[in-house]
Every structure is written in C-alpha cells, then in structure tokens.
C-alpha cells in the first residue's frame, strides 16, 4: 500500500491560465474522489468516479472544470482560465467499493495558489 | 441538503488529559455513517474512527471515542490520555448510506495538545 499520491504539491500560477493536477489512486481501489479545502473550511466534494466513469458532479465544479479517468486508474483534473477563486487544497481520495462505505484514503493534495 | 457543523474552531488540551470535541449534523435520511478525520499540519487527512447510524453501541478505538446520540444529530469525539502527536486539524464527517459516494465535512476544529 504505497498511499494516494498527487502531483505537484504546489502549483502557483497566474490567472488565467490552465493548470492540470494528477492522482494516482491506491492501486486496488476503484473508487475517486476529488475534493477542494479552502483555508479554515472542510473538503468540499468536486467529483467521484467509479473505475473509469464520472458518477457525479457538484455544483461547485463550473464548466471550467473538467476531471477525468481515463482506464480507471489515475485521474487528472483540469482548471482552465484559472480565477483568483480558484486558490485551495485540491484533495485526491480513493476507496474500494462494496456493499458497506470503505474508509476514503487521501492524499497530501495539490496546493493551487493564483496570482 | 446535508449539513455538518463543527462549533469549536479551536481546542488546547494538556499532554494526558482527555478532550471532546463537538458535531451536529442535519439530515433527514435515516440510515448513514459519520467518520472522524484527522489532518495533522501539512500532512494528509487520516481516518480516526467511524459510526454506523444504525448501531447503537458507540465505537471506540484505543484511545478515541465517540458518543453518537442519533436523536440529538450529535456525533462528538472524546479523545483520551492526549498525546503530542493528536495536534492537528480534526475534521467531522457525514456520509448517506445510499451510493456511499461522497464526504460532508464540516469546518474542523483545531486541536492543540500542550506538553
């Protein structure tokens, strides 16, 4: 169990341009799930997939966002024309599935920062 | 609409002493599951220890534990004999039985344990 791993750990960027984050999922889970923390708040969660498809969506995730799974292994999301709103912790989790919620392993997220 | 609410920003508590801290949750399923998360200070999120709405018993995991009172909607965490390393960010955490497929947190509570 090497953990949930997510790339870069820091991304600073000027506004406006796109920026692409990586996950790279516990290997057996086919469950992710992406997650954005804002400096003094909880996750709010962005997305899940299961294996390769995108199950759900929040409202949160505006047309400038796009996430993906290609092979239901790792998963990339995708800010493009970054805002200054877009600043926070993009968290990256993985479960296994099942007929009983498994604990979501996390990573150490992505730091996105706009200037 | 589900909603967590953690009241205590936050937390200090001496080395050894015991700490509870507070989360209410509002929802109107009736079958579901709460988790306590710890984010240690630049380090990834960790699953400290879950309840199933279902069960009456209150879990417990060596030193944590958790008194669950579903009537209420309140699902605090008592933390005993703390040591250094329980400083963190200690987030509380609802999930709806039904496709077990996403957090919701609420704002955590920062812990500080004292030597």
């Known amino acids: 169990d090497t953990g949930v791993s997510q790339d870069p750990r820091h991304k600073i960027t000027k506004r406006g341009q796109n920026v692409t984050f990586r996950c790279d999922p516990i290997?057996?889970?086919?469950?992710l799930y992406w997650y954005r923390q804002t400096l003094g708040q909880g996750p709010e969660f962005l997305t899940y997939f299961q294996n390769e498809a995108q199950l759900e969506k929040s409202r949160l995730l505006s047309d400038r966002f796009s996430a993906e799974r290609p092979k239901g292994s790792f998963s990339t999301l995708e800010i493009q024309r970054t805002e200054q709103g877009d600043s926070a912790m993009y968290l990256c989790?993985?479960?296994?599935?099942?007929?009983?919620?498994?604990?979501?392993?996390f990573g150490d997220g992505t730091r996105l920062s706009i200037l | 609409a589900q909603t967590v609410t953690q009241s205590q920003p936050e937390m200090s508590v001496q080395e050894a002493e015991t700490v509870t801290l507070s989360c209410t949750y509002d929802t109107s399923e009736n079958n579901y599951y709460l988790f306590w998360y710890k984010q240690p200070p630049s380090r990834q999120m960790i699953l400290v220890i879950r309840?199933?709405?279902?069960?009456?018993q209150n879990a417990t995991e060596n030193r944590f534990s958790v008194n669950f009172q579903k009537a209420a909607k309140s699902f605090s965490l008592k933390i005993s004999d703390s040591q250094l390393g329980d400083t963190a960010m200690y987030f509380c955490a609802f999930m709806k039985h039904v496709g077990f497929n996403k957090f919701y947190f609420g704002s955590g509570t920062k812990l500080n344990v004292k030597p």
């Open positions: 309840q199933e709405a279902y069960k009456q």
């Open positions: 290997s057996e889970h086919n469950r």
């Open positions: 989790a993985s479960s296994l599935g099942g007929a009983f919620p498994q604990p979501q392993h």
